[in-house]
């Protein structure tokens, strides 16, 4: 990797402002309710959180139509953000951009993402495109993997991913269900950017390389995590039983993929996680045997800007990149999302 650019909406808000908002709106005020919402409130483990709109123009968006207007608007201003930024980092022109993969799962958009950047930005007319919809959380994660794939075929290139993530314009205001509430409670908005070279153009790459990857998708487990999607839109589905799954499963995916280069838990200099809540991250701490603040930058992330689905471990790639682990020592890159798909990313500094 050469550089990497993180962006998130101007309007920030504190937690209890938006559980207040949501008080009044998906729950109407009851007493029941408000009981409720302070519990998860407290249990969320997020201070803060920045949204594409103003809290009172998202109580404006009526329809799937608005709200999926409003994300491609903000997505395209971050979109455009991150990867000018990003090239900006690695000292690239648009132009010398081979391929862009990009990831979402909040809004939808034909042409994708990137497709509507290209030009925009000033990439070339024959860039490779290659958008990606459907990995949610485990998306950045997902992405970073494609992207070493993509670099393994054409050593000589350098290729960027693109995540952007607009949370609060998929969240559904009157659904009362608990799924619904916890995803109130925990979910912002934010984009990410990363540009990385080919082998053959290594002497340009300033971060970490890109070892290995590997996947993990869990049997009968569709309906644990995604989105119901219908005339309303987006509505979340989101089980209890996601920490459990992580706990069960996590451990045989990061065995298998530390095994391929020898390595144990034990030697991993830097642990990059996906911040999906508080609950998700004990049950990967204990299922690796983490030392404590192993995932201090994930908790410290999910404070100060919520789970930003895709976009979150590479908030938390970047801010380990200001201060990496010694040259050589190889760290982890994990995310989980729907499918139940776990997803691993293996670096090394």
Known sequence: MTAIATAVPPHRFAQEEIMNFLAGTTLGRSATGAV????????????ARHFARPLEELRALTDFTDANRAWLDTALELGEQTLTEALAQAGARPEDIDAVISTTVTGLAVPSIEARLAHRVGLRPDVRRIPLFGNG?????????????????????????????LCSLAYQLQDTSMANIVAGSLFGDGAAAVVAVGAERSHDAS????????????????EVLGWDIGSHGLRILLAPEVPALTAEHLPKAVYDLLGRHALTPGEIATWIVHGGGPKVMSAFEQACSLPPHALAQTRKSLADKGNLSSASVLHV?????????????????????PGFAIELVLIRW
């Open 207 to 222: 971060g970490p390389e890109l070892l290995d990857s590997h996947s993990y998708l869990v049997p009968d487990t569709e």
């Open 317 to 337: 790639l970047s801010t380990t990149m200001n201060s990496p682990a010694p040259t050589g020592a190889p760290g982890l890159i994990a995310a989980m999302g």
């Open 36 to 47: 409720m919402l302070r519990k998860i409130q407290s249990n969320a483990g997020v201070d």
């Open 137 to 165: 959380c485990a998306g950045g994660a997902a992405g970073l993997a494609r992207l070493r794939e993509y670099l393994l075929g054409h050593p000589d290139h350098t290729a960027v991913l693109l995540s952007v993530e």
